[in-house]
């Protein structure tokens, strides 16, 4: 069964950087897609950032240039750097795979079960 246990959220200054990590355990981590997802309070959750097992990575319009995906696959943890956060960046934030119609290539297949996310609140 897997489980997906994000960490690192907290509050930031508009303007400021927060740096999010996931670790997955009991699922093959290292050839499948994974994405970072947001939920804004009222809004339905979406894909931020993906990485496909290759490497390639994916974003969110509004976060391009400003956050960084990455991954260590002997870990199986997923990282998100979030730059220059902005008070729309507000939201729980939770890891799960991002998974397209080919093997590690990104797209919109996730697992059922999700993590408990971790809250990123910016305020002003």
């Known amino acids: 069964q897997v489980q997906l246990v994000e960490s690192g959220g907290g509050l930031a200054q508009d303007g400021g950087s927060l740096r999010l990590s996931c670790v997955a355990t009991?699922?093959?981590?290292?050839?499948?897609?994974m994405g970072w997802y947001r939920q804004a309070p009222g809004k339905q959750r979406e894909l931020v950032a993906g990485?496909?097992?290759?490497?390639?990575?994916k974003y969110l319009d509004s976060v391009k240039g400003r956050f960084t995906i990455s991954r260590d696959n002997a870990a199986n943890a997923l990282n998100l750097q979030m730059n220059s956060l902005k008070r729309e960046d507000t939201g729980v934030y939770y890891c799960?795979?991002?998974?397209?119609?080919?093997?590690?290539?990104?797209?919109?297949?996730?697992?059922?079960?999700w993590g408990q996310g971790t809250q990123v609140t910016v305020s002003m």
């Open positions: 009991g699922s093959i981590f290292s050839i499948n897609a």
């Open positions: 990485i496909g097992s290759d490497g390639d990575t």
């Open positions: 799960n795979l991002a998974q397209g119609a080919t093997q590690g290539r990104i797209g919109p297949l996730t697992f059922r079960t």
